[in-house]
């Protein structure tokens, strides 16, 4: 009948105690269970060591130390937007004095951490137990271009949000690292970049590292961007004044707001599809990824190929989702992902749209 050892506990000992004792005894039993699942909160500290300074940007090397500060085991998310993933993202928070950054010259990933969480793959997790660290050692001469900032001292911040599985619901939870030193700085001087790979665009479609079956998709996913780039470029030209559509996607109109989203989709359209070179040796838990500078290759990951052609995280998408990153396009940047967000920036912060 009282399957549960507390219940068990509480009816047998309600058989010998006094009612204000009983629920005395209660009330202690109950302040220890809502104390243990206190104390079972998950918890993260994240530190950072690097050099005190570089001669040359290739021995900027920062390693973060991500560790389980709490009393649960814990299975985080690998996402390539955080310190956990080697991906050449910019993960990292970096300013000198007057303000200045380097420019970001890494890979911008579009990942699905929902897509993640469906497949459960080994591979897409880190997990911490209780008191256990994971160091993970990142080059930032391959993300990042100091040229244009200059030498001198900078300040270096990581990005401190995870995300982790909640046992209970098997759903994602965000959870924020305690940063002890949450700043940290590095002279840099002597070489401020490495060499980048040049940009141009073939006339014909390239691949690298594709099956055929795998040709055969990028094709028609070509010609499914090339469609989406097309009608949102005639849309924008038809609709020069505030509608619905617009509004919901890129926030309050207005003339210059207006011509600035008009040009990036022309440009979109103009740098035809079928002139970009597609690799698809990642293989990665991502969709895929550009380096912003380099305007001729898209790299397709893992979970391009299981997506479908059009609508939403499509494989068309995808390929105009990736194009608008490049510099010479729309320069774009991932500040939020998904629909439902997407739309809460344009309606909040409409120039970051």
């Avoid at 390693?63 to 937007?81: F, I, S």
């Avoid at 940063?179 to 014909?204: C, F, K, N, W, Y």
């Avoid at 926030?251 to 740098?271: E, L």
């Avoid at 035809?272 to 990642?282: A, E, I, P, T, V």
Wanted: glycine share 4%; proline share 4%.
């Amino acid at each position: 009948m009282f399957a549960h050892p507390v219940k068990r506990l509480l009816y047998r000992t309600s058989k010998r105690l006094s009612g204000m004792a009983f629920r005395s005894l209660f009330s202690t039993l109950v302040a220890l269970a809502v104390a243990s699942a206190a104390s079972a909160a998950p918890s993260l500290s994240l530190s950072l060591s690097r050099p005190k300074e570089v001669s040359s940007i290739i021995d900027l090397q920062i390693t973060a130390a991500l560790k389980n500060t709490g009393d649960v085991e814990l299975k985080l998310l690998k996402d390539p937007r955080t310190v956990l993933h080697t991906f050449q993202t910019n993960t990292f928070s970096i300013t000198n004095a007057a303000g200045d950054s380097p420019a970001f010259t890494g890979a911008y990933v579009k990942y699905v951490p929902s897509t993640a969480l469906a497949k459960n793959l080994d591979t897409s997790f880190v997990v911490l137990a209780p008191g256990a660290a994971i160091n993970v050692t990142h080059d930032l001469s391959k993300a990042y271009n100091f040229t244009s900032s200059g030498h001198g001292s900078y300040s270096l911040v990581a990005g401190n949000e995870f995300q982790y599985i909640d046992p209970a619901t098997n759903s994602l939870q965000f959870i924020s690292a305690n940063m002890a030193d949450a700043t940290h700085t590095t002279v840099v001087s002597g070489q401020l970049a490495i060499a980048q790979p040049p940009s141009s665009l073939e006339r014909r479609i390239k691949y690298t590292g594709c099956t055929a079956d795998q040709q055969s998709q990028v094709s028609a996913a070509a010609d499914q961007a090339q469609k989406y780039a097309h009608l949102a470029r005639v849309y924008l030209n038809q609709n020069r004044i505030s509608t619905p559509r617009f509004v919901t996607w890129f926030g309050k109109f207005s003339d210059a707001h207006h011509k600035t989203i008009h040009r990036h989709f022309i440009n979109m359209a103009t740098h035809k599809y079928r002139q970009y070179n597609y690799n698809c040796n990642c293989q990665e838990d991502s969709y895929a990824f550009v380096h912003p500078n380099d305007d001729s290759t898209i790299h397709l990951c893992t979970d391009f190929w299981t997506a479908p052609l059009e609508g939403t995280d499509s494989q068309g998408g995808t390929l105009v989702h990736e194009s608008s990153h490049f510099t010479s396009i729309a320069g774009t940047d991932d500040i939020v992902y998904g629909q439902d967000d997407a739309m809460k920036l344009a309606s909040n912060h409409p120039k970051r749209a």
